[in-house]
């Protein structure tokens, strides 16, 4: 295909070459007759006419306008009319009168020019819009055929990837089906025909897809969201159409779409589209394919609430697998991988102590940096320092990233272990809370009650009535809880007119939020024991669980 393309702008170049020299050959000829027909006389003056006239050298004089041409046989020479006797030449030699007919030469050959020089100039012209035509239709093109898609073959196993074991567990049924996919049709099983991975950036969901492409030893199609979207519209539809139709042709295989929120955001809001007419294309696609095709898709983002709705629903991307940042134990084991090849004497745990809210990506960094400095001090063997010499320049260049002091530490477990305590003790189902982490269940009911919506209040206002009993102070750390709490607060009054009175009283919200913190005050003080241990876990494992709290409360009661 290329060199198709290549022979066809060769012969292009080609034929413009033959053209430019025609055009070139043209305007040297018409020169040339300019030259030749352009008046050659030589201007003289009346002394030397005179001095022609007395020695008889004129053949013959031609009367020209203004000017009498003097013809000899040394040459041709013409002088003004009026700076001669004209009846002395005019008696002496034969005369001819040039009409001014006869300058039809002179303005031939001026013509001649003028037009080899119009001629030129057009030809440019045309040749620079014809050439403006085939670069629009060239990118025309380019764009709708884009990077031919290619299926990959993906050599990163889950051993390459650290930590994330729950994730694991979740994606090894996917794994399975792609080795075996006939043992599932047998039994007529119907696996998920999209999984979203969904987390901050830089915690790996690109390395975790290539990993299930690993194990299970299928083909990988790997696009960004971005890639579908193009200024031409059709292009990102037709894009979706042929990773799909080729992906089925290689089944069974992945297709993985990073920053899909890119393509697959709400529609409605600034409308644009050819976003739309892509996002259309890719729920059509994963409508079409059966779920025995052998196709899996799975999409990464940061950005899970800008989705469209149409995107999320059953039958599309129906499983959902969050990761967040990684606790104390994964950031262990992803040291441990990093350092696997370098020669060390790290204390690993201190390293991951000292890394709260570094994601993989970064850990990366900060290993690779450690490991480039102990090389510069002209050592052959990474240690612990050279991870706290670099640290604040893998911050500086990661601002996003969380880290704390061993203090900030200690409050952030007494704030979160209250919040754990509370969310327990209330009935509210969370999956993990971590040191830099809360993931409340979502509520899926339709009908909420309003001690339901009060009991989720209250665990946003936990962690801050817990740091002001132990430190006696308020902490920055609560502004995004209260935010929760405040927002809740204003729904329950305003949205479900739960309050006291139908017409709110502007202080209405105000006493809802003192009454549900002094409960929460309350609690917390009888369950101080059990709220210390919490604590004291949070700060060694950096995060626990629904069961792992239920197990110290039952403990002390």
Known sequence: MKETKLNFKSKILNNKNIKIIIILLAVLVGLLVFALLRDTDKLITHTQANRLFTKDKIQKVIVDGEYIRLHTSSGNYKVYKDAINKTAFFTKYPVEVKEKSDSWYDILSLLIVIGAFW???????????????QIRASKVDETAAGEPVQA???????????????????????????????????????????????????????????????????????????????????????????????????????????????????????RNDEREATL?????????????????????????????????????????????????????????????????????????????????????????EAAIYAMREGRSMVETDDFETVKEKVLLGKRKILS????????????????????????????????????????????????????RIKVYLAGSTATQQVYHEQFTNASSDIAQAKHLAQRLIYDYAMGEHFTVDPMEEEKLLQEAREEVSSLLEKLHEAQSKIAKHLLLHENISNEETRKIIREIF
Do not use: C
Request: glycine content about 6%.
């Open 119 to 133: 001629f030129l100039f057009r030809f440019m012209k045309q040749s620079r819009l014809q050439q403006l035509k």
């Open 404 to 455: 704390f002091t061993e203090e900030e530490r200690e409050i952030q477990s007494v704030y979160q272990g209250a919040k754990a305590l509370i969310a327990t003790w209330l009935d509210i189902e969370f999956e993990k809370i971590g040191i830099v982490t809360t993931r409340l269940l979502e509520q899926d009911h339709e009908i909420l009650s309003k001690s339901q919506i009060l009991n």
């Open 152 to 270: 990959l073959r993906s050599n990163i196993r889950f051993s390459d990837v650290a930590g994330i074991k729950d994730v694991k567990e979740e994606l090894e049924e996917i794994i399975d089906f792609l080795r075996e996919p006939q043992k599932y049709r047998d039994l007529d099983i119907r696996l998920p025909k999209g999984v979203l991975l969904v987390g901050p950036p830089g915690v790996g969901k690109t390395l975790i897809s290539k990993a299930v492409a690993g194990e299970a030893g299928v083909p990988f199609f790997y696009q960004s969201g971005a890639s579908f979207v193009h200024i031409y519209v059709g292009m990102g539809a037709k894009r979706v159409s042929e990773l799909f139709k080729k992906a089925k042709q290689m089944a069974p295989s992945i297709i993985f779409i990073d920053e899909i929120d890119a393509v697959g955001k709400s529609r409605g809001e600034f």
């Open 280 to 368: 259309n294309q890719l729920l059509t696609e994963m409508d079409g394919f059966e779920e025995s095709s052998g196709v899996i898709v799975i999409g990464a983002t940061n950005k899970i609430d800008v989705l469209d709705e149409a995107l999320l629903r059953a039958g599309r991307f129906d499983r959902r697998i969050h990761i967040s940042l990684p606790d104390l134990e994964e950031r262990i084991k992803t040291l441990e991988l990093y350092l696997a090849h370098k020669p060390n004497n790290v204390d690993i745990k201190h390293v991951a102590r000292m890394t709260v809210g570094f994601n993989s990506a970064a850990l990366d960094t900060l290993t690779n």
